[in-house]
């Protein structure tokens, strides 16, 4: 089955620099990668997806990169800000399901 | 319009014990998935209802089971609850799109389920 692997586990960087998450999946088949901020306490919340189709998608400060050929997507966060501290969920949609990866804790220190 | 839904918000039970967890999708939408996430882990696929039935599942053993009704709400009910049952569980609801695809999930705040 689909395997969803995401790196780094952990990022702190300060605020206003950019903030870069990778994450790469296994299956050609997949074709739709959501991205999720999971912030304490609350459930996931969608904050920008690709669709196979496309290689690059961007809204305000948030932009999502995938690279079909290398099974690689990424997601980039520029001008950083303390509200945007949160875990990280990379997804893919194989099946009729989504396959996620292990999170990526994002710190911004102001 | 109100977004996803899910009561109750924490519970406790004891081992062997029986729980049932509820969901209300967000507005317009037909398809409920069920997630469980562990401390520290991302959320994993437990099953995924649609027009009242089971249309997909993921691994997990036939004590998890689930329903759905007419007005698209879900419960997820889980037997001979294990101390490994604790996590925060997850409802996802969509809509299919370009006939049956199930992409864009949209989650609820969860119940975190503590077993003791």
């Known amino acids: 089955g689909e395997n969803v692997e995401q790196h780094p586990s952990t990022l702190s960087v300060q605020e206003g620099d950019s903030a870069v998450i990778k994450c790469t999946y296994s299956?050609?088949?997949?074709?739709?990668f959501p991205w999720y901020k999971q912030e304490l306490g609350k459930g996931p919340q969608l904050i920008i997806d690709?669709?196979?189709?496309?290689g690059e998608k961007k809204d305000q400060r948030i932009a999502v990169t995938l690279n079909k050929t290398a099974k690689h997507f990424s997601l980039h966060i520029t001008e950083t800000q303390p509200e945007d501290s949160a875990v990280y969920f990379c997804a893919a949609f194989n099946t009729d399901k989504l396959i996620f990866g292990t999170g990526t804790r994002l710190q911004v220190f102001p | 319009d109100a977004g996803v839904t899910q009561s109750p918000t924490h519970l406790i039970k004891t081992r062997g014990q029986q729980v049932t967890l509820r969901c209300s999708p967000k507005?317009?939408?037909?398809?409920v998935s069920w997630y469980q996430q562990a401390l520290g882990q991302g959320p994993q696929f437990i099953f995924q209802?649609?027009?009242?039935?089971?249309?997909q599942r993921g691994n997990f053993p036939d004590r998890f089971s689930g329903h759905q009704f007419p007005n698209y709400s879900s419960e997820l009910n889980v037997n001979a609850l294990l101390l490994g049952d604790s996590a925060l569980y997850l409802c996802?609801?969509?809509?299919?799109?370009?006939?049956?695809?199930?992409?864009?999930?949209?989650f609820g705040p969860g119940t975190r389920l503590l077993v003791l």
């Open positions: 299956d050609s088949a997949s074709n739709y």
């Open positions: 507005s317009g939408h037909d398809t």
């Open positions: 996802a609801s969509s809509a299919p799109v370009r006939g049956l695809v199930w992409e864009t999930q949209y």
């Open positions: 690709i669709r196979s189709n496309v």
């Open positions: 209802y649609y027009e009242e039935e089971e249309r």
